[in-house]
């Protein structure tokens, strides 16, 4: 079964992305939303999202500014395609 895990707390929570690194398996995705958002700025998130798919949301960086400040490998996408993407996993976990 693979899940779709969903973050929206800011990366100075870090105990809670690192839970959320360690919890997310193989085959599952990660999708940054709301002040969570933040850590498709930060170099040291780049290294975690390559093991796994990672996606954040346009319009939550575009509200803080930072659309043109992402790192790669992150694909950005918009609400429509969030609720695609929910479909394409067997489960969502909200953290």
């Known amino acids: ?3 779709l ?3 929206n707390q800011s990366p100075n929570d870090s105990a809670r992305h690192q839970l959320v ?3 997310a398996a193989a085959g599952d ?13 930060l170099p040291e998130f780049a290294g975690l999202a390559e093991a796994r798919p990672c996606y ?3 319009e939550d960086l575009q509200a803080r500014g930072l ?7 992150i694909t950005v996408i918009d609400y ?7 479909l394409q996993y067997d489960k969502v ?3």
């Not at 995705?29 to 700025?41: F, P």
């Not at 429509?80 to 929910?86: A, I, K, N």
């Open 21 to 23: 690194m360690d919890y």
């Open 29 to 41: 995705g990660l999708l940054l939303m709301q002040d969570a958002v933040v850590a498709a700025t």
């Open 67 to 73: 659309l043109n400040r992402i790192l790669a490998p």
């Open 1 to 3: 079964m693979n899940v």
């Open 56 to 58: 954040v949301l346009k």
């Open 5 to 7: 895990h969903t973050l």
């Open 80 to 86: 429509p395609q969030f609720v695609d993407l929910t």
């Open 93 to 95: 976990q909200a953290w």
